[in-house]
């Protein structure tokens, strides 16, 4: 257990260097090992070097592939030259920090975001959130819960299921759209494809599938990230900010609309395409 109190104990080190040779985390146990996919590549962007080396040597052995960045300079770098399939990104960071970072990603790609937050900070985890963040986690962390989060994000971006769905067909049609859920793709009414995060296609997908009903915010956050609401339902305001500004081409209407009892309706109808 050295290796998690270790590492929660760095993840709330203001920007500290580490001034002598990392030391190895211990092994993990067994029996509190949380397995990962194999085949998946995580790119840390932390400027904290002892931070940096244990996460990378924690996720190395629940069996990620890990790229490992200090600025956003060796992050661009990285991203040439290798595939990522997620990227853990510290938002305090030199020069260039997390927001601009991640705002900046998500012009290029809808590659999955979990960012790094100093603990409490609701105004930087919210402008993550907005910038296009997937999903969150305060600094100082567990690293079986950032684990647990990698693992989720994941699964979403592949196709994993985010909780009981009152329809089952793949393909579902609303007011001209098309929502694929086997390759995790939305496409207008004029057929052009619309870029959605994961975190994005999960709220769309919950809210097709239930359209018509009214989902609390607690709720929405357990059917896509898999946790209850709590402190943290502001997270799907945001989400549910992004999703309709990508929707709704209209002024002044939304096809997603807020419940004063706390919660939001998606009102087109739903059809299987």
Same mark, same amino acid.
């Given at each position: ?66 790229? !490992? @960045? ?21 938002? !305090?960071?030199?020069? /260039? ?54 693992? @989720? ?17 793949? &393909?579902?049609?609303? /007011? ?5 859920? &086997? ?15 994961? @975190? ?22 357990? !059917? ?19 999703? &309709? ?29």
């Amino acid at each position: 257990m050295n290796d998690l109190k270790t590492l929660a104990a760095c993840g709330s080190l203001a920007r500290t260097r580490s001034s002598g040779t990392d030391r190895p985390p211990a092994s993990t146990p067994s029996n509190i090992a949380i397995h990962a996919m194999s085949t998946q590549s995580i790119l840390i962007v932390e400027d904290d070097q002892e931070t940096r080396n244990l996460v990378a040597r924690y996720l190395r052995e629940n069996s990620f592939n890990v790229g !490992m @960045a200090a600025n956003g300079r060796e992050m661009d770098r990285y991203i040439s030259q290798n595939r990522v399939d997620l990227i853990v990104l510290d938002l !305090m960071l030199p020069g /260039e920090d997390g927001l601009s970072l991640c705002r900046r990603l998500r012009v290029d790609t809808t590659t999955p975001i979990i960012i790094l937050t100093a603990k409490g900070d609701d105004v930087d985890r919210i402008l993550g959130l907005e910038m296009g963040a997937d999903d969150y986690l305060p600094k100082p962390f567990n690293p079986r819960e950032l684990l647990a989060r990698i693992n @989720a994000v994941l699964r979403r971006q592949l196709g994993g299921s985010a909780g009981p769905a009152a329809k089952t067909s793949a &393909r579902l049609r609303f /007011e001209g759209w098309i929502i694929d859920s &086997r390759m995790r793709e939305l496409r207008d009414p004029e057929g052009a494809q619309v870029p959605l995060t994961s @975190a994005e296609f999960d709220l769309l997908q919950s809210f097709c599938e239930r359209h018509g009903r009214i989902l609390s915010r607690d709720t929405l956050l357990n !059917m896509t990230r898999g946790r209850p609401g709590g402190a943290f339902g502001r997270s799907i305001d945001v989400l549910v900010s992004r999703l &309709r500004g990508k929707l709704d081409r209209t002024e002044g209407t939304s096809m997603i609309k807020t419940v004063r009892t706390g919660g939001y309706i998606f009102t087109p109808r739903v059809d299987e395409a």
